[in-house]
């Protein structure tokens, strides 16, 4: 009588590690994930450009090096946004979801391997196309820009990457819930570029939503004691995505593929 | 008659078309009915006397956004990819077969668009100047001849904003890129109109001069531009991009 060798054992930790490591590659080899990237980089440093040259002319009303080579960000971030939406959804495109749902049952694993594999490339690149700008703007404005401490251009800095890192965590949960690419891309740039500052502009309360409580992190709202500050900003914008990527993560698993 | 019967039926049966619908009679309807019921506020406190001229035209102007997505979602679905399973065909392909002059195809396809953006401007305004109406009572502008003039432009703006999203969604054949470019424009401090800060010449672009069919003064303007000047300008942006659409879809592989 043979005995069946018995089949490897891997350990939790071990598979985690294989997870990230599988859609670390699928991301990195996603044509689209550096077009998206190379995209928003490549648009806000030709905004930046726009920007410094009104700042030069006085019209932004501020020589604030980083307050100027920071306005590009709201557009910018459109390119984030696509970005976590293409990883989510090209899964559904033909039926790659099955394969990475054969080779990885686990669908919460998953899940939190692909939003941490997004967070890991987003991460530099969100840090590049911010300091890029603001070191832009600060080498065109030279002497005439408003002297900041290096400690508040570090501080601002990070939120602005944490902010952009967090926003493409809500894409990501946003895409796995929606499933298409195009609609989720709707969705997402309609409500940050449409209802977003439209609602800003007439409802107190939308200063708690993830889009105004994410920009006062690194955009405050000077002179007005009610506004959201920075660290709030932060604590609020987590606060959305861990609720949406429970959303997301809860019809992840209960829906069919 | 039927190519364009055939492209009608296409492109209400998209879900997203309908989204797309909802999307522009809601987003201007609802944020007017915001906007004007916190003018009443205001007049009722007297701090204001009455209502802005342009309450319902600057909310029609982001309610654009619907028909940016029809025009971009008619195409882009031509292209889209089925899964592999499926056959991975592209309905493109079908469409060609049943139609092959490509000039044809294109020409209907841009009418339906046409006409479903000029029918749901129409319903867009209609349900965005009710809810002004409804929400400012008798302190709300009195619609006069004048009037009818602007939403017209309305309409012209939305109906050449489509076209406009289709020529390009044509050249790039994949919706994203379109949609992530023209959604992030329609943004209250869009692009362009910074752009005008930098130069005169961004007033002459497509949506800084379309808008003004219907608000002729836009806030710290540095171009005057009478709604006409307006209207033709962006009519020259239409009648340019959608000849180059034309020749690249006829003349590039399906």
Redesign the interface.
Known sequence: MTTVPAPPVRTRGREAAQALTAELSKLVSLPATWLTAGGALAVNLI?TI??T??GL?G?TGTKSALDVGLASIG?AQ??F??LGV?AACSEY???QIRTTLTAMPRRALQFTAKQLAVAIVVLPAAAITAASGVMLTAGALGDTATPVTSGHVAGTLSGVTAYLVLTTSISVAVGVLVRQ???A??VL??YL???G???R???AAAKYLPDSAGSAMWFPVAGNSDAVTPAHGALLLTAWTVVLIAVALLGYRRRDM | MRVLAAEASKLVSLPSAWIAMAAGVLVPSVIAAITASSALDAISRGAKTAAGVDTGYQELAFGVVGVIVLGVVGVSSEYFTESAESGGGRQITTSLTAVPSRLRLLLAKMSAIAVVSALLAIVAAAATMGAVRVALGEHAPALGAEDIARLAGVVCYWVYTALLACGVTVLTRHGVVPLALLITNTSVVSVTYLLTKITTLANYLPDMAGVRMFIPKLGGDSVEMSPLTGGLVMTAWVTALLPIAAIAFTRRDA
Do not use: E, I, K
């Open positions: 905004l726009a920007f040259a009104a002319r019209s557009y459109a390119g946004v696509v293409l495109t033909g039926g690419t195009l609609a891309v709707v740039l309609g570029f449409v209802a500052p439209l609602l502009d007439h409802a």
